[in-house]
Protein backbone atom coordinates (compact mmCIF):
# COMPACT_ATOMS: atom_id res chain seq x y z
CA UNK A 1 0.00 0.00 0.00
CA UNK A 2 1.40 3.65 -0.98
CA UNK A 3 2.18 5.34 2.38
CA UNK A 4 2.95 8.57 0.77
CA UNK A 5 1.88 11.49 3.27
CA UNK A 6 0.62 14.26 0.97
CA UNK A 7 0.85 17.66 1.99
CA UNK A 8 -1.06 20.78 0.86
CA UNK A 9 0.41 23.28 -0.94
CA UNK A 10 3.07 26.15 0.42
CA UNK A 11 0.55 28.95 0.17
CA UNK A 12 -1.68 26.97 2.53
CA UNK A 13 0.47 25.88 5.02
CA UNK A 14 1.15 29.46 5.35
CA UNK A 15 -1.52 30.81 6.49
CA UNK A 16 -3.14 30.62 9.81
CA UNK A 17 -6.67 29.28 10.93
CA UNK A 18 -9.08 32.39 12.05
CA UNK A 19 -8.66 32.17 15.71
CA UNK A 20 -12.01 33.51 16.12
CA UNK A 21 -13.99 30.74 14.16
CA UNK A 22 -10.98 28.37 16.19
CA UNK A 23 -12.93 29.72 19.93
CA UNK A 24 -16.60 29.57 18.02
CA UNK A 25 -15.64 26.20 17.35
CA UNK A 26 -14.40 25.52 20.57
CA UNK A 27 -17.49 26.65 22.52
CA UNK A 28 -19.51 24.89 20.17
CA UNK A 29 -17.72 21.54 21.09
CA UNK A 30 -18.46 22.25 25.07
CA UNK A 31 -22.09 23.40 24.30
CA UNK A 32 -22.29 20.03 22.61
CA UNK A 33 -21.35 17.94 25.95
CA UNK A 34 -23.51 20.11 27.57
CA UNK A 35 -21.82 22.75 28.63
CA UNK A 36 -23.53 26.05 28.90
CA UNK A 37 -21.09 28.47 27.49
CA UNK A 38 -21.76 31.74 26.85
CA UNK A 39 -20.15 32.76 22.99
CA UNK A 40 -18.78 36.17 23.10
CA UNK A 41 -16.56 35.55 20.62
CA UNK A 42 -18.43 35.90 17.20
CA UNK A 43 -18.69 38.67 15.18
CA UNK A 44 -22.21 38.65 14.19
CA UNK A 45 -25.50 40.29 15.06
CA UNK A 46 -28.13 38.01 17.14
CA UNK A 47 -31.62 39.85 15.07
CA UNK A 48 -33.34 38.02 12.93
CA UNK A 49 -33.20 39.85 9.13
CA UNK A 50 -36.14 41.73 8.46
CA UNK A 51 -39.19 40.94 7.45
CA UNK A 52 -39.53 43.24 4.64
CA UNK A 53 -35.98 41.77 3.29
CA UNK A 54 -37.35 38.15 3.90
CA UNK A 55 -40.70 38.60 2.28
CA UNK A 56 -38.13 40.00 -1.10
CA UNK A 57 -36.03 36.26 -1.30
CA UNK A 58 -39.31 34.30 -1.23
CA UNK A 59 -40.72 36.26 -3.76
CA UNK A 60 -37.74 35.80 -5.60
CA UNK A 61 -37.83 32.51 -5.22
CA UNK A 62 -41.45 32.58 -6.23
CA UNK A 63 -40.41 34.42 -9.33
CA UNK A 64 -37.59 31.67 -10.29
CA UNK A 65 -34.50 34.15 -9.96
CA UNK A 66 -32.97 30.80 -9.83
CA UNK A 67 -30.35 31.29 -12.84
CA UNK A 68 -26.87 32.26 -12.84
CA UNK A 69 -26.65 36.11 -12.81
CA UNK A 70 -23.84 38.27 -14.48
CA UNK A 71 -20.27 38.11 -12.41
CA UNK A 72 -20.62 41.30 -10.27
CA UNK A 73 -24.17 41.16 -9.72
CA UNK A 74 -27.79 41.69 -10.97
CA UNK A 75 -27.41 45.61 -12.17
CA UNK A 76 -29.78 46.37 -10.05
CA UNK A 77 -28.49 45.68 -7.14
CA UNK A 78 -25.10 47.43 -8.10
CA UNK A 79 -27.48 50.66 -9.08
CA UNK A 80 -28.89 50.39 -5.52
CA UNK A 81 -25.58 50.07 -3.59
CA UNK A 82 -24.48 53.27 -5.86
CA UNK A 83 -27.78 54.70 -4.95
CA UNK A 84 -26.52 53.72 -1.11
CA UNK A 85 -23.18 55.28 -1.54
CA UNK A 86 -24.45 58.75 -3.01
CA UNK A 87 -27.55 59.45 -0.30
CA UNK A 88 -25.68 57.90 2.57
CA UNK A 89 -21.73 58.98 1.79
CA UNK A 90 -21.78 61.45 -0.94
CA UNK A 91 -19.68 59.52 -3.02
CA UNK A 92 -20.83 58.69 -7.25
CA UNK A 93 -19.78 55.40 -8.36
CA UNK A 94 -21.41 53.99 -11.85
CA UNK A 95 -22.82 50.15 -10.99
CA UNK A 96 -19.36 48.94 -13.33
CA UNK A 97 -17.51 49.99 -10.88
CA UNK A 98 -19.14 47.43 -8.36
CA UNK A 99 -18.61 43.95 -8.00
CA UNK A 100 -21.23 42.28 -5.69
CA UNK A 101 -19.13 38.85 -4.07
CA UNK A 102 -20.35 36.56 -1.41
CA UNK A 103 -19.84 38.15 1.83
CA UNK A 104 -17.95 41.50 2.60
CA UNK A 105 -14.56 38.91 3.28
CA UNK A 106 -15.09 37.79 -0.16
CA UNK A 107 -15.10 41.23 -1.46
CA UNK A 108 -11.85 42.12 0.43
CA UNK A 109 -9.89 39.07 -0.60
CA UNK A 110 -10.89 39.40 -4.38
CA UNK A 111 -9.43 43.26 -3.77
CA UNK A 112 -6.22 42.27 -2.13
CA UNK A 113 -5.77 39.76 -4.94
CA UNK A 114 -6.50 42.00 -7.79
CA UNK A 115 -3.77 44.62 -6.00
CA UNK A 116 -1.07 42.37 -4.81
CA UNK A 117 1.88 41.34 -6.30
CA UNK A 118 4.79 39.48 -4.98
CA UNK A 119 6.90 41.41 -2.56
CA UNK A 120 4.58 44.18 -2.19
CA UNK A 121 4.19 45.77 1.31
CA UNK A 122 0.90 46.14 2.78
CA UNK A 123 0.16 48.38 6.05
CA UNK A 124 -2.16 47.01 8.28
CA UNK A 125 -2.34 49.11 11.75
CA UNK A 126 -3.15 46.40 14.30
CA UNK A 127 -5.05 45.31 16.08
CA UNK A 128 -6.65 44.47 12.99
CA UNK A 129 -9.03 41.30 11.74
CA UNK A 130 -7.38 38.36 11.79
CA UNK A 131 -7.90 38.00 7.94
CA UNK A 132 -6.37 41.02 6.75
CA UNK A 133 -2.42 39.51 7.13
CA UNK A 134 -3.99 36.28 6.07
CA UNK A 135 -5.18 37.49 2.56
CA UNK A 136 -1.87 39.81 1.92
CA UNK A 137 0.01 36.70 2.31
CA UNK A 138 -1.84 34.36 0.33
CA UNK A 139 -1.25 37.38 -2.12
CA UNK A 140 2.52 36.72 -1.94
CA UNK A 141 2.54 40.34 -0.25
CA UNK A 142 4.33 41.15 2.89
CA UNK A 143 2.13 42.40 5.74
CA UNK A 144 3.92 45.69 7.67
CA UNK A 145 2.08 45.69 10.77
CA UNK A 146 2.04 48.98 12.99
CA UNK A 147 1.12 48.86 16.41
CA UNK A 148 -1.51 51.12 17.89
CA UNK A 149 -2.36 51.29 21.46
CA UNK A 150 -5.48 52.14 24.03
CA UNK A 151 -3.78 55.19 24.63
CA UNK A 152 -4.20 56.71 21.52
CA UNK A 153 -7.43 55.26 20.60
CA UNK A 154 -6.20 52.12 18.33
CA UNK A 155 -5.94 54.14 15.68
CA UNK A 156 -3.04 55.01 13.30
CA UNK A 157 -1.23 58.43 13.46
CA UNK A 158 0.18 60.03 10.22
CA UNK A 159 3.37 59.77 11.72
CA UNK A 160 2.89 56.15 12.18
CA UNK A 161 1.94 56.00 8.75
CA UNK A 162 4.41 57.79 6.92
CA UNK A 163 7.52 55.86 9.02
CA UNK A 164 5.69 53.02 7.75
CA UNK A 165 5.69 53.60 3.82
CA UNK A 166 8.42 52.65 2.13
CA UNK A 167 9.40 52.54 -2.40
CA UNK A 168 7.42 48.87 -1.89
CA UNK A 169 4.14 49.77 0.07
CA UNK A 170 1.29 49.46 -2.64
CA UNK A 171 -1.43 48.79 -0.38
CA UNK A 172 -2.86 50.40 3.24
CA UNK A 173 -5.80 48.58 4.60
CA UNK A 174 -8.26 50.52 7.08
CA UNK A 175 -10.75 49.66 9.18
CA UNK A 176 -13.61 51.70 10.66
CA UNK A 177 -15.40 51.33 12.40
CA UNK A 178 -12.90 48.64 13.78
CA UNK A 179 -12.79 45.08 14.41
CA UNK A 180 -11.71 44.35 16.98
CA UNK A 181 -11.46 47.80 19.04
CA UNK A 182 -14.67 49.30 17.78
CA UNK A 183 -12.72 52.87 17.05
CA UNK A 184 -13.49 55.24 14.64
CA UNK A 185 -11.77 57.76 12.38
CA UNK A 186 -13.11 61.30 12.10
CA UNK A 187 -13.04 63.51 9.46
CA UNK A 188 -10.11 64.96 10.34
CA UNK A 189 -8.07 62.21 11.36
CA UNK A 190 -8.91 60.71 7.87
CA UNK A 191 -7.95 64.32 5.98
CA UNK A 192 -4.74 63.79 7.64
CA UNK A 193 -3.83 60.46 6.65
CA UNK A 194 -5.05 61.43 3.27
CA UNK A 195 -2.73 63.67 3.30
CA UNK A 196 0.64 61.73 4.16
CA UNK A 197 -0.97 59.14 1.17
CA UNK A 198 -1.28 62.20 -1.27
CA UNK A 199 3.05 62.16 -1.04
CA UNK A 200 2.68 58.45 -1.91
CA UNK A 201 0.99 58.12 -5.08
CA UNK A 202 1.88 54.38 -5.54
CA UNK A 203 -0.36 53.50 -2.39
CA UNK A 204 -3.52 52.38 -2.89
CA UNK A 205 -6.06 52.14 0.10
CA UNK A 206 -8.88 49.49 0.95
CA UNK A 207 -11.57 50.82 3.28
CA UNK A 208 -12.97 48.12 5.05
CA UNK A 209 -16.54 49.87 6.24
CA UNK A 210 -18.47 46.87 6.87
CA UNK A 211 -19.74 48.31 10.35
CA UNK A 212 -20.61 51.58 8.76
CA UNK A 213 -23.99 51.62 10.39
CA UNK A 214 -23.17 50.63 14.20
CA UNK A 215 -21.51 54.00 15.17
CA UNK A 216 -22.48 55.54 18.29
CA UNK A 217 -20.70 59.37 17.61
CA UNK A 218 -21.99 60.32 14.52
CA UNK A 219 -22.24 60.46 10.80
CA UNK A 220 -19.83 57.84 9.35
CA UNK A 221 -16.89 59.00 7.61
CA UNK A 222 -14.81 57.40 4.60
CA UNK A 223 -11.07 58.18 3.55
CA UNK A 224 -13.00 57.75 0.03
CA UNK A 225 -14.47 60.88 0.72
CA UNK A 226 -10.61 62.89 0.85
CA UNK A 227 -11.11 64.28 -2.85
CA UNK A 228 -7.22 63.58 -3.92
CA UNK A 229 -8.07 59.95 -2.90
CA UNK A 230 -11.01 59.06 -4.87
CA UNK A 231 -9.51 57.33 -7.46
CA UNK A 232 -7.02 55.21 -5.15
CA UNK A 233 -9.47 53.73 -2.63
CA UNK A 234 -11.56 50.30 -2.46
CA UNK A 235 -14.73 50.45 -0.55
CA UNK A 236 -15.30 47.25 1.13
CA UNK A 237 -18.92 47.04 2.68
CA UNK A 238 -22.11 44.45 2.44
CA UNK A 239 -25.68 43.91 4.62
CA UNK A 240 -24.36 41.64 6.70
CA UNK A 241 -23.91 43.23 10.09
CA UNK A 242 -26.40 46.34 9.43
CA UNK A 243 -29.50 44.29 8.19
CA UNK A 244 -28.12 41.22 10.15
CA UNK A 245 -27.64 39.07 6.89
CA UNK A 246 -24.52 37.60 8.13
CA UNK A 247 -25.76 33.95 6.58
CA UNK A 248 -26.78 35.37 3.46
CA UNK A 249 -22.66 36.40 2.20
CA UNK A 250 -23.56 39.42 0.19
CA UNK A 251 -20.62 42.02 0.33
CA UNK A 252 -19.50 43.86 -2.32
CA UNK A 253 -16.42 46.40 -3.20
CA UNK A 254 -16.90 49.74 -4.90
CA UNK A 255 -13.67 50.47 -6.69
CA UNK A 256 -11.86 52.44 -9.03
CA UNK A 257 -13.07 50.96 -12.64
CA UNK A 258 -9.82 49.37 -13.51
CA UNK A 259 -9.49 47.53 -10.51
CA UNK A 260 -13.74 46.66 -10.36
CA UNK A 261 -12.89 45.11 -13.94
CA UNK A 262 -10.01 43.09 -12.34
CA UNK A 263 -11.80 41.78 -9.26
CA UNK A 264 -14.69 40.73 -11.89
CA UNK A 265 -12.34 38.73 -14.25
CA UNK A 266 -10.51 37.04 -10.90
CA UNK A 267 -14.21 36.83 -9.10
CA UNK A 268 -15.53 34.79 -13.02
CA UNK A 269 -12.57 32.51 -12.58
CA UNK A 270 -13.35 31.75 -9.21
CA UNK A 271 -16.81 31.94 -8.19
CA UNK A 272 -18.66 33.33 -10.59
CA UNK A 273 -21.95 35.62 -9.12
CA UNK A 274 -23.01 35.04 -5.57
CA UNK A 275 -26.30 33.31 -4.86
CA UNK A 276 -29.29 35.39 -7.01
CA UNK A 277 -32.51 34.82 -4.69
CA UNK A 278 -29.49 36.50 -2.01
CA UNK A 279 -28.76 39.51 -4.25
CA UNK A 280 -32.81 40.39 -4.40
CA UNK A 281 -32.66 40.22 -0.61
CA UNK A 282 -29.82 42.59 -0.20
CA UNK A 283 -31.74 44.65 -2.90
CA UNK A 284 -34.62 45.05 -0.87
CA UNK A 285 -32.41 45.90 2.35
CA UNK A 286 -31.03 48.95 0.41
CA UNK A 287 -34.07 50.19 -1.06
CA UNK A 288 -36.38 49.70 1.63
CA UNK A 289 -37.20 51.16 5.17
CA UNK A 290 -33.88 51.86 7.07
CA UNK A 291 -35.68 51.99 10.28
CA UNK A 292 -34.34 48.65 11.35
CA UNK A 293 -31.02 49.57 10.60
CA UNK A 294 -31.50 52.22 13.54
CA UNK A 295 -33.39 50.48 15.85
CA UNK A 296 -30.34 47.53 15.99
CA UNK A 297 -27.60 50.42 16.23
CA UNK A 298 -29.61 51.61 18.94
CA UNK A 299 -29.77 48.05 20.82
CA UNK A 300 -26.22 47.55 20.39
CA UNK A 301 -25.73 51.42 21.88
CA UNK A 302 -27.71 50.34 25.25
CA UNK A 303 -25.47 46.44 25.41
CA UNK A 304 -22.13 48.57 24.30
CA UNK A 305 -23.03 50.84 27.64
CA UNK A 306 -24.31 47.68 29.49
CA UNK A 307 -21.29 45.40 29.05
CA UNK A 308 -18.74 48.95 29.47
CA UNK A 309 -20.38 49.30 32.84
CA UNK A 310 -20.10 46.05 33.72
CA UNK A 311 -16.38 45.37 32.81
CA UNK A 312 -15.46 48.74 34.42
CA UNK A 313 -16.43 46.42 37.73
CA UNK A 314 -14.11 43.49 37.63
CA UNK A 315 -10.64 44.35 38.80
CA UNK A 316 -7.52 43.92 36.38
CA UNK A 317 -9.35 45.16 33.02
CA UNK A 318 -9.01 48.44 31.90
CA UNK A 319 -11.58 48.95 29.16
CA UNK A 320 -11.80 51.97 26.38
CA UNK A 321 -15.53 52.63 25.43
CA UNK A 322 -15.88 51.71 22.06
CA UNK A 323 -17.12 54.21 19.98
CA UNK A 324 -18.63 51.58 17.37
CA UNK A 325 -19.19 48.18 15.94
CA UNK A 326 -20.54 45.63 18.69
CA UNK A 327 -17.30 44.82 20.32
CA UNK A 328 -14.74 45.93 23.29
CA UNK A 329 -11.12 45.39 23.55
CA UNK A 330 -9.86 45.14 27.30
CA UNK A 331 -6.12 45.59 28.31
CA UNK A 332 -5.68 42.36 30.73
CA UNK A 333 -1.78 42.86 30.95
CA UNK A 334 -2.35 43.09 34.79
CA UNK A 335 -3.56 39.46 34.93
CA UNK A 336 -0.65 38.29 33.09
CA UNK A 337 1.88 36.13 35.37
CA UNK A 338 -0.73 34.75 37.62
CA UNK A 339 -1.18 31.22 38.36
CA UNK A 340 -4.08 29.03 38.06
CA UNK A 341 -5.57 28.01 41.36
CA UNK A 342 -6.04 24.36 42.97
CA UNK A 343 -9.67 23.20 42.10
CA UNK A 344 -9.58 24.86 38.54
CA UNK A 345 -8.51 22.77 35.45
CA UNK A 346 -4.79 23.64 34.14
CA UNK A 347 -3.93 24.18 38.21
CA UNK A 348 -0.56 25.26 38.62
CA UNK A 349 -0.18 26.53 35.35
CA UNK A 350 0.76 30.39 34.77
CA UNK A 351 -1.13 32.37 32.57
CA UNK A 352 1.89 34.55 30.36
CA UNK A 353 -0.65 35.62 27.54
CA UNK A 354 -3.81 36.43 26.54
CA UNK A 355 -4.24 33.34 25.18
CA UNK A 356 -4.09 31.17 28.10
CA UNK A 357 -6.33 33.74 29.79
CA UNK A 358 -9.19 33.39 26.73
CA UNK A 359 -8.77 29.62 27.10
CA UNK A 360 -9.15 30.10 31.50
CA UNK A 361 -11.89 32.13 30.96
CA UNK A 362 -13.55 29.32 28.39
CA UNK A 363 -13.07 25.83 30.81
CA UNK A 364 -13.44 28.17 33.90
CA UNK A 365 -16.23 30.68 33.42
CA UNK A 366 -17.74 29.36 30.54
CA UNK A 367 -17.29 31.94 28.50
CA UNK A 368 -15.99 32.36 24.99
CA UNK A 369 -13.45 35.37 24.20
CA UNK A 370 -10.67 35.86 21.61
CA UNK A 371 -7.32 36.89 22.34
CA UNK A 372 -5.85 39.95 20.94
CA UNK A 373 -3.16 37.92 19.94
CA UNK A 374 -4.87 36.69 17.20
CA UNK A 375 -5.29 40.45 16.22
CA UNK A 376 -1.89 41.20 16.60
CA UNK A 377 -2.25 43.23 19.93
CA UNK A 378 -1.18 40.84 23.15
CA UNK A 379 -2.56 41.82 26.34
CA UNK A 380 -6.12 42.45 25.42
CA UNK A 381 -9.30 40.30 25.37
CA UNK A 382 -12.04 40.75 22.35
CA UNK A 383 -15.45 40.36 23.32
CA UNK A 384 -18.63 40.96 21.19
CA UNK A 385 -21.84 42.44 22.33
CA UNK A 386 -23.75 40.80 19.65
CA UNK A 387 -26.21 38.70 22.28
CA UNK A 388 -28.81 39.53 24.96
CA UNK A 389 -28.24 41.48 27.87
CA UNK A 390 -28.85 38.66 30.04
CA UNK A 391 -25.92 37.12 28.38
CA UNK A 392 -23.66 39.88 28.93
CA UNK A 393 -24.67 40.13 32.62
CA UNK A 394 -24.05 36.99 33.18
CA UNK A 395 -20.64 36.33 31.57
CA UNK A 396 -19.88 39.26 33.11
CA UNK A 397 -20.40 37.81 36.54
CA UNK A 398 -18.90 34.74 35.62
CA UNK A 399 -15.76 36.46 34.04
CA UNK A 400 -15.38 38.41 37.04
CA UNK A 401 -15.88 35.14 39.35
CA UNK A 402 -13.44 33.31 37.10
CA UNK A 403 -10.77 36.09 37.37
CA UNK A 404 -11.38 36.46 41.34
CA UNK A 405 -10.09 33.07 41.67
CA UNK A 406 -6.60 34.32 40.32
Not at 97 to 103: C, D, E, H, L, R
Not at 137 to 147: D, K, N, R
Not at 197 to 219: C, F, K, M
Request: aromatic content about 8%; glycine content about 6%; overall charge neutral.
Amino acid sequence: MDKTEYQPSARIQALSPSATLAMSQLSSELRAQGIDVINLSVGEPDFFTPDHIKQAAIQAVNDNFSFYTPVPGYLSLRKAICDKLQRENGLFFTPEQIVVGNGAKHALCNTVMAIVNPGDEVVIPMPAWVSYEQMVILAGGTPVTVETTLEQGFKLTPEQLEAAITPRTRLLMLCSPSNPTGSIYSRAELDALGAVLERHPQVLVIADEIYEHINYVGRHESIAAYAPLAHRVAIINGVSKAYAMTGWRIGYVAAPLWLAKAVNKLQGQYTSNASSIAQMAAEAAYNGPQECVEQMRRAFLRRRDLIVGLLHDIPGLEVRVPEGAFYVFPRVTALLGRTIPAGCEGAGTVITTATDLAMYLLREAHVATVSGDAFGSPGHLRLSYATSDDNLRAAAARIKTALAKL
